[in-house]
């Protein structure tokens, strides 16, 4: 049994030391705090303020609930530990193997140690050089998206959707939410270039098309990030296109002007103006905290307007569907030759390396 407790020992240990990086005690914490907010009389008047705090409630909850499993499991093999039984042996030794594989699966956290990694993220997509084609493409990555955050059970929302003239979207705006999705998403960010027969002129020809991905963190509570009401220009005016009856004939959409930067967000999908608003504003914070990111600026006042646009030189990523097949990442120079897995939302191998390669 000597052996065991060793083993037990050092498990334990190990376990702390992981948890202790990933500040799980100030999750804890924080959980404390909002379910203390949660219980207060007013808390349901602000209903888009409420949801939000639940929303983080149960994330956090989510995250934390693995390492109060693990420490169940320790006490558990404690108790049997006093007990000194030798017949337990064989059992005990299966119950620490099985809990050191899930710390192992638990480390893979110690990746995400970004300053907004843990967040949801809102992705945007917009079509760049390649007309009709460039569009498709827009939907073509769309759906490669979505089909991955369905293979991980991970929830996806439309936020703004404009369609193409002919085929495809000129830009979408959507939302995912899941553990530490900005940490797995933020290496998508940049430009994605495509090249296949374009089945959107008569000849067949060979295209080259480009849309721009813009992963940005889900900025949800204004004071993660706080904006001067000054540098905001916000304009209302009647929604169009589909909605329903009461989002056409109502000042229901909002756009909403940085004007620092001139980042314009203009969100008319809901019925409500006030959720347009609030969609709108996180949009915004979520895009400005992906500035500051990017220029290494603490200042919310240093950042400059975004001017990357989506076209030949910029990509960081090629598609090739014609004349060969290969998917291949610009800066990890990870390479498959299999683009329709890619396609279809296996982008766990370049996800992955680029995690990997940019460990701090």
């Given amino acids: 049994m000597q052996d065991i407790k060793i083993k037990f020992d050092e498990l334990k240990a190990s376990i702390y030391e992981v948890m202790a990086k990933l500040n799980i005690s100030k999750l804890e914490d924080e959980i404390k705090l909002l379910n203390n907010e949660s219980k207060s009389a007013d808390f349901w008047q602000n209903n888009l303020k409420a949801q939000s705090t639940m929303k983080r409630l149960a994330s956090l909850e989510l995250r934390v609930k693995p390492w109060h499993e693990i420490k169940s ?3 558990e093999i404690n108790d049997w530990l006093l007990l000194d039984d030798i017949s337990m042996s064989k059992d005990l030794n299966k119950q620490l193997e099985d809990i050191s594989n899930k710390l192992d699966d638990l480390k893979e956290q110690l990746k995400f140690n970004g300053p907004f990694d843990e967040n949801d993220s809102i992705i945007s ?3 760049g050089a390649g007309g009709t084609d460039a569009q498709d493409w827009s939907q073509m990555l769309l759906r490669m998206y979505v089909r991955w955050a369905e293979k991980h059970n991970y929830k996806i929302t439309v936020l703004e959707e404009s369609k193409g003239d002919e085929a ?6 959507f939302e995912i939410e899941g553990p530490f999705i900005y940490g797995l998403l933020k290496g998508e960010h940049g430009v994605h270039r495509l090249v296949r027969l374009s089945p959107f002129n008569s000849d067949n ?5 480009f849309a ?3 992963v940005m963190p889900k900025i949800d ?7 001067d009401e000054k540098d905001l220009k916000i304009d209302v005016y009647r ?6 009856q009461s989002v056409n004939t109502t000042d229901s959409a909002v756009r909403i002007t940085h004007l620092p930067t001139n980042i314009v967000v203009s969100i008319q999908n809901e019925r409500s103006q006030l959720q347009n608003k609030e969609t709108a504003m996180t949009i915004l914070r979520s895009r400005l905290a992906q500035l500051q990111l990017e220029q290494h600026q603490d200042d919310l006042n240093s950042i400059k307007g975004p001017n990357q646009s989506a076209e030949w030189g910029n990509q960081i990523r090629s598609y090739v569907l014609h004349p060969y097949k290969q998917v291949k990442d610009l800066r990890t120079k990870f390479e498959t030759s299999d683009p329709d897995s890619v396609l279809d939302g296996d982008i766990d191998p370049l996800i992955n390396k680029y995690i990997d390669q940019n460990l701090s």
């Fill in 73 to 75: 499991d320790l006490d």
């Fill in 212 to 214: 721009k991905v813009e």
């Fill in 239 to 244: 929604a169009g296109g589909h909605g329903g």
């Fill in 168 to 173: 495809g979207i000129k830009s979408v705006t």
């Fill in 205 to 209: 020809l060979r295209q080259t098309s």
């Fill in 125 to 127: 997509i917009h079509a």
């Fill in 221 to 227: 509570r204004p004071d993660k990030l706080k904006i």
